[in-house]
């Protein structure tokens, strides 16, 4: 599984673009990078999954470079529902069975 | 439709005692997960389950836990002499494919508190 590290928390006010970005410089050629979206007592949820250059659906954006190093998944005009933790997850283990998640970006969105 | 569900949403128990999570997927899911998430963290996997077996259960962190999902539907998860480090949300999802890829659907997991 590739190593990633994400920013602990961000804050943001409501109506702003939320750029978050996730570093994952072992990344292999064979994985896919994933964002899920996790609401307070509630379990996460899938935003968008990208291999390279951009994917886009109705809740968001995700950007990533040739180099596949990292990735950035972009929030537009983000209301207060938007707070949540979100995980950016690269690769799956061995098995290709289970998903990393790590401790993910905590957003907290304020009026 | 319905999502997946889990039950209880809440188990409060005695160290040493016995416990059942029980997970209902998504109707026609074939792949389903057990996590476990502790306080600030993200979900840990435990388990995963393609059909009846369990195809990776790498995740288990020894031998007082166990799952079953013996007709490829509803599974449960099951701790054996529990201790208070195992208190942690348990959260078990579900998807229709046979990769981790394959978008997983969470239920709201159960809040597992050992006294």
Same mark, same amino acid.
């Not at chain 2, 494919?97 to 890829?101: D, K, L, M, R, V």
């Given at each position: 599984l590739a190593k990633t590290t994400q920013p602990i928390s961000m804050d943001s006010y409501e109506g702003q673009e939320v750029n978050i970005t996730c570093s994952h410089?072992?990344?292999?050629?064979?994985d896919y990078i994933t964002w899920y979206q996790q609401f307070p007592s509630q379990g996460p949820r899938f935003i968008i999954q990208g291999y390279k250059t951009k994917v886009t659906n109705e809740v968001a954006s995700l950007f990533i470079p040739a180099d596949r190093k990292s990735s950035t998944l972009s929030l537009p005009r983000v209301s207060l529902s938007d707070t949540a933790v979100y995980y950016c997850l690269v690769g799956v283990s061995n098995s290709g069975y289970a998903l990393n998640f790590g401790k993910g970006t905590s957003l907290l969105v304020t009026p | 439709g319905a999502g997946v569900s889990q039950t209880p949403s809440n188990k409060v128990t005695e160290k040493g005692k016995y416990v059942e999570l029980r997970c209902d997927p998504? =109707? *026609?899911?074939t792949a389903l997960y057990w996590y476990r998430q502790s306080l600030g963290q993200g979900p840990e996997f435990l388990i995963y389950f393609q059909g009846t077996g369990?195809?990776?259960? =790498? *995740?288990?962190?020894?031998?007082?836990f166990f799952a079953v999902r013996p007709e490829g539907s509803v599974s449960t998860l099951k701790i054996q002499?529990?201790?208070?480090?195992?208190s942690a949300v348990y959260l078990c999802a579900s998807s229709s494919?046979?990769?981790?890829?394959n978008e997983q659907f969470f239920g709201p997991g159960t809040r597992l508190t050992v006294l």
């Open positions: 410089n072992n990344i292999a050629t064979n | 998504i =109707s *026609g899911h369990a195809a990776d259960d =790498s *995740g288990l962190p020894n031998d007082r002499r529990t201790e208070r480090g195992d494919g046979t990769s981790a890829y």
